[in-house]
């Protein structure tokens, strides 16, 4: 793991004041350009996946539905992770991509706005499903129905560069990123770079328990040029490369394996600058992570009462980068992290003021009925419909002086028991039951980031 740091390659800011010269710039120190200016009272509503088939709009007549609704239009700005292309089948000529994956229809773009979310993050592992023409015709539909999006561009720049939403109480911005391709690529001689979205990738590496590590050297001896085009890998006393993975040797004491993950340092010094720069134009910045990263290597809560297995569909925890990351971007002027990925809620932590969301889960998940029309439909029960999956959260975060003041933890089931694979994954507020099982699941996870969560009624509430 590399050292904690703020990254000041750009610190102190110089400011360019209107008439000046570069000789006489004036230079600000960085506590003013990284300052969180929204009126007091500001409100962001933050949302996790947005697995999305079509628009809701019909279901605005559910009480359930309609009441998730208010909740993000209420908030001054609303914020997702779009997780699916929105792409026309009749007129649709890409092909590129899997062809099978997340697609929705048109309407959606226009559902998605209907429900009060402004702004999207677009950087994740279903970017692919249809490759950039999918990903250039989703952002057509966006930009057509107002709804705003960071994390995908025709340049690299673009693809890092935070996107903003104007409301009454301040100009509000969003980078995003996630360890997936395809990348966008900067321009290097004569390749002009290409278009894709925001990446930061990351290294795996299998932490073994000591115990372990002569079987691990006894593999490696047997396959010495085991790595890529039968080339040699690490070989040490506390590392080892083998068959394309990075085996690393536990400390002392650690008798059971865990996920390490190392940062690309370009990538994280290139999304930081972005982050500084979104908030200097702006007077709050969120950031965005997709990722589906692990720190435990089996398991997880599926429900009440239901066994764990070896799958980690459903596992909770955070992997090793995550804190550091979510630290650094709020160091660097971010005012919330939101991350999700994971099918699964994880714990939140308040650092500096600002709230971190480490998995908000699946807030849409109409993974069934998703897709061009001739994708198979089958009900989604061949990875495990489990409770957990469904559950979700709205988290309303209200700011006074630049701090988070109170959040609100609305809890959100995603129709789990739904009769029909066509009313299935669509979000409404929980049941008194279903919430508490929520919030008391969110509790147990934040708790060891030093997070209190009460449960006043159906809710969840954190003060600062």
Do not use: C
Not at 261 to 276: G, P, Q, T, Y
């Amino acid at each position: 793991m590399r050292p904690r740091a703020l990254y000041v390659g750009l610190l102190p800011m110089v400011v360019m004041v209107p008439g000046a010269s570069s000789a006489s710039a004036q230079t600000r120190p960085p506590a003013v350009e990284l300052s969180t200016s929204v009126d007091d009272g500001f409100t962001i509503a933050v949302a996790g996946d947005l697995i999305i088939a079509h628009s809701l709009d019909y279901m605005l007549d559910d009480p359930g539905f309609a009441g998730v609704v208010e909740l993000l239009r209420n908030a001054d700005v609303a914020t997702a992770n779009m997780e699916a292309h929105i792409i026309d089948g009749r007129t649709f000529t890409g092909d590129e991509g899997r062809g099978t994956g997340f697609a929705a229809e048109p309407s959606a773009a226009e559902g998605i706005k209907s429900m009060g979310i402004d702004i999207v993050a677009r950087a994740n592992n279903h970017q692919p499903d249809f490759g950039l023409p999918g990903m250039r015709e989703t952002s057509r539909n966006l930009d057509n129905a107002g709804v705003q999006y960071a994390g995908f561009g025709e340049t690299y720049a673009g693809a890092r560069a935070a996107r903003f939403v104007t409301t009454i109480h301040g100009r509000v911005g969003m980078v995003a990123a996630s360890p997936y391709g395809p990348s966008a690529a900067p321009g290097i001689g004569e390749f002009r770079g290409a278009a894709g979205q925001s990446t930061l990738n990351v290294t795996r590496y299998f932490v073994v328990p000591p115990d372990w590590w002569p079987a691990v050297q006894t593999l490696r001896d047997g396959f010495p040029n085991g790595t890529g085009h039968f080339a040699r890998g690490a070989n040490s006393d506390t590392l080892i490369s083998l068959i394309g993975n990075q085996f690393r040797k536990a400390a002392p004491g650690d008798d059971a394996p865990y996920y390490s993950f190392e940062m690309n340092e370009r990538d994280l010094r290139d999304i930081l600058a972005s982050v500084r720069e979104g908030k200097m134009r702006s007077d709050f910045i969120t950031f965005a992570m997709h990722s589906h990263h692990f720190r435990d290597t089996k398991g997880g809560y599926r429900g009440p009462g239901i066994p764990e297995t070896e799958d980690l569909e459903t596992n909770s925890s955070v992997p090793d980068f995550m804190p550091e990351l979510a630290h650094d971007v709020i160091d660097n002027g971010a005012d919330v992290f939101q991350g999700t990925g994971v099918h699964a809620l994880k714990g939140i932590e308040i650092y500096k003021g600002r709230p971190i969301f480490y998995g908000l889960g699946v807030f849409i998940r109409q993974d069934d009925v998703i897709g061009l029309f001739g994708r198979p439909i089958t009900r989604n029960d061949g990875n495990g419909t489990f409770p957990v999956k469904h559950w979700t959260i709205v988290a309303v975060n209200r700011f006074e002086g630049g701090r988070l003041a109170e959040m609100r933890i609305y809890p959100v089931e995603t129709s789990y028991e739904a009769k029909r694979v066509a009313h299935s994954g669509i979000p409404r507020m929980a049941p008194p039951e279903v919430s508490h099982q929520i919030l008391t699941r969110l509790q147990e996870l934040s708790a060891p980031f030093g997070t209190h969560i009460a449960i006043e009624g159906n809710v969840g509430v954190i003060r600062p």
